[in-house]
């Protein structure tokens, strides 16, 4: 199988269950590392990052079972850790590891993530903020080595809100002597998610939810049994594919509370979108109304549905502007959605103006990444005709089951 066949021009009719998020359960299962203990950690979804973090924790000395409702990871026995080269090159999420190894062996040693399509992906920011809790980092061989003799509390400020950048903090920082004071930390449901677990293995985290944490370091930390939030970027995701493609849809699950960007977008688009007891209510627009969307970081509109909100104007009865703020190569999906017949204007390298058209045709297009891949698939459905959507590899790392989920809502799309 190396392609999704989608048979477009069918309108969405249904309900899907929205899958474990992918970017809490990552943290989340490094956090498992520091608590020495066996934890259960529910609802990760069956998507090729999390396999990856997982031969991560085995590969460092984790004993890692997955169960029919989550993951066991019992980290009683963590050798000093050498990260294996294959589990960072390929995935930038093994990034957040750096913290835990950090904190519960004193060192790590990794080769540097590098970038991606979507940007150069720099670590600047992880760096510094672990350099003033006592990390030295020198790199050699290509690798990046980390050592903290004493691992310490510290007044950090961070000059932009990096996800990553303090979800490390947050994992070294409950394992350091004294306090850390995390000025400008990321509000992300995703980091929320983090100190939530934590939080359950006993950390004592100030100011969840907000910019400035206070985390409480050298606390016991014990194993406990947690569940990750649904996706909300898959429920995006599907939520802006309704909106393009039509019909009315029930995204069970969806954490309607951490979506507000997301509803009030779908809204101006002329979909009409409500939170009904477990779940989302989508009804689509006949045609989506031109919309002007800026991505920002939470709780702004997610730069990950940036490229599927685009998909979905591609058929907008107007034209739509599109500004990418968070990652600066966010915008190479537009060469494949021309293919389908979208015309899409680069205003400059980070704004979009998408003129609407009436009819995207099906043609052979190629994911280069995990939220163009998703977006491509978006535009088959709305397309006339038949599309092949190459490169699912790069869809698979964040969608448990893309064809299955948008089979349930009506939609004919296979592997082939
Ligand atoms: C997380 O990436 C997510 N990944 C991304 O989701 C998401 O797009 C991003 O946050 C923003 O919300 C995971 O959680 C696994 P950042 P992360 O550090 O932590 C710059 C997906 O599709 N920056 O907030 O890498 C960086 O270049 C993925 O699921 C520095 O300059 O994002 C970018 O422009 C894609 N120096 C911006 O900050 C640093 O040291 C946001 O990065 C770190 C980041």
């Known amino acids: 199988m190396d392609s999704i066949r989608v048979q477009g021009g069918i309108a969405l009719q249904g309900k899907v269950c929205i899958q474990g998020s992918k970017n809490a359960s990552l ?28 031969s991560l924790l085995k ?38 590891m750096l913290g835990a190894l950090i904190g519960r062996c004193g060192e790590a040693v ?28 020198t790199e050699r061989d290509g690798k990046l080595w980390a050592a903290a003799d004493s691992l310490h509390g510290a007044v950090i400020r961070l000059p932009f809100p990096s996800v990553g950048a303090t979800e490390n903090v947050i994992l070294a920082g409950v394992m350091a002597e004294g306090k ?22 006993g950390a004592c985290i100030e100011g969840v939810a907000s910019s400035r944490l206070v ?10 049994d947690y569940a990750v939030p649904a996706d909300r970027i898959v429920a995006g995701t599907y939520l802006l594919g309704c909106i393009g493609t039509g019909g009315n849809i029930f995204l069970e699950r969806a954490p309607a509370w951490e979506m507000e960007a997301v509803l009030l977008a779908a809204r101006q688009m002329g979909g009409h979108v409500c939170a009904m007891g477990e779940g989302i209510y989508v009804q689509a627009p006949q045609r989506p109304l031109p919309v002007r969307l800026v991505t920002a970081p939470y709780p702004g509109f997610p730069t990950d549905l940036q490229s599927v909100a685009m998909a979905a104007e591609t058929r907008g009865s107007g034209t ?60 088959g459905l709305m397309a006339e005709g038949e599309s092949f959507v190459y490169g699912i590899p790069y869809i698979y790392r964040g969608y448990e089951n893309i064809c299955r989920d948008y089979r349930e809502l009506g939609a004919r799309v296979t592997s082939v």
């Open 320 to 379: 739509s502007y599109i500004e990418e703020t968070i990652f600066e190569n966010r915008f190479r999906v537009v060469e494949d959605l021309e293919k389908m017949g979208a015309e899409i204007e680069m205003l400059d390298s980070c704004r979009a103006a998408v003129h609407g058209v009436s009819t995207l045709r099906g043609a052979r297009v190629t994911a280069g990444e995990l939220r163009g891949g998703a977006a491509l698939v978006t535009a």
């Open 110 to 137: 990794m080769e540097h993530p590098g970038g991606c399509v979507i940007g150069a992906r720099p670590i600047d920011l992880h760096l510094s903020a672990l350099e003033q809790m006592g990390v030295n980092f």
């Open 180 to 201: 850390t004071v995390l000025e400008g930390a990321a509000l992300e449901p995703e980091v929320q998610a983090l100190c939530h677990f934590l939080g359950c293995c």
């Open 215 to 224: 985390i409480h370091g050298g606390r016991r930390l014990c194993g406990t």
């Open 27 to 54: 943290p989340v299962l490094a956090a498992a590392l520091l608590v020495g203990e066996r934890s259960f950690i529910r609802n990760c979804p069956r998507i090729a990052d999390v396999y990856a973090m997982v």
């Open 59 to 96: 590969s460092l000395g984790c004993r890692v079972q997955w169960h029919k409702t989550g993951i066991a990871v019992d980290s009683s026995r963590v050798r000093k850790g050498e990260m294996p080269r294959e589990a960072v090159t390929g995935m930038r999420s093994s990034l957040c």
